[in-house]
């Protein structure tokens, strides 16, 4: 929301709320990029190179929703089930190391 001087201004409720939105875009977005690698893995014969990239654009989207607590829900609190079977690996992954790091280190 802008100001009568033309500064940008945000309160509160209005950022939680924006924050909300990011988070479902954002789980949309990687919940549609499994679902190119899925598909792309369906082929006969994959592109290689797109099945690559795509490969490394949705890892990269599913570390960011992991690192940021991203909930697996998207626009219009659609479920996204790619995402959220990836996050629950991705929990019991971390769960796994930070548990052989104690008995290593402590």
């Known amino acids: 929301m802008i100001d009568l001087a033309g500064r940008?201004?945000?309160d509160w409720l209005d950022y939680v709320a924006?924050?909300?939105?990011?988070g479902q875009a954002l789980a949309f977005a990687t919940e549609c990029?499994?679902?190119?690698?899925e598909r792309l893995n369906t082929l006969a014969k994959p592109p290689k190179s797109q099945l690559a990239r795509h490969s490394d654009i949705a890892d990269k989207l599913v570390q960011q929703c992991f690192a940021l607590g991203v909930e697996p829900v998207g626009i219009g609190k659609k479920s996204c089930g790619?995402?959220?079977?990836?996050?629950?690996?991705?929990?019991?992954?971390?769960?796994?190391?930070?548990?052989?790091?104690?008995?290593?280190?402590?």
Do not use: Y
Request: glycine share 2%.
């Open 8 to 10: 940008d201004r945000m």
């Open 18 to 22: 924006l924050c909300h939105d990011l």
């Open 33 to 37: 990029e499994l679902a190119t690698v």
């Open 82 to 106: 790619r995402l959220e079977r990836r996050l629950e690996e991705l929990k019991k992954i971390n769960a796994e190391g930070s548990k052989e790091f104690k008995e290593n280190h402590v």
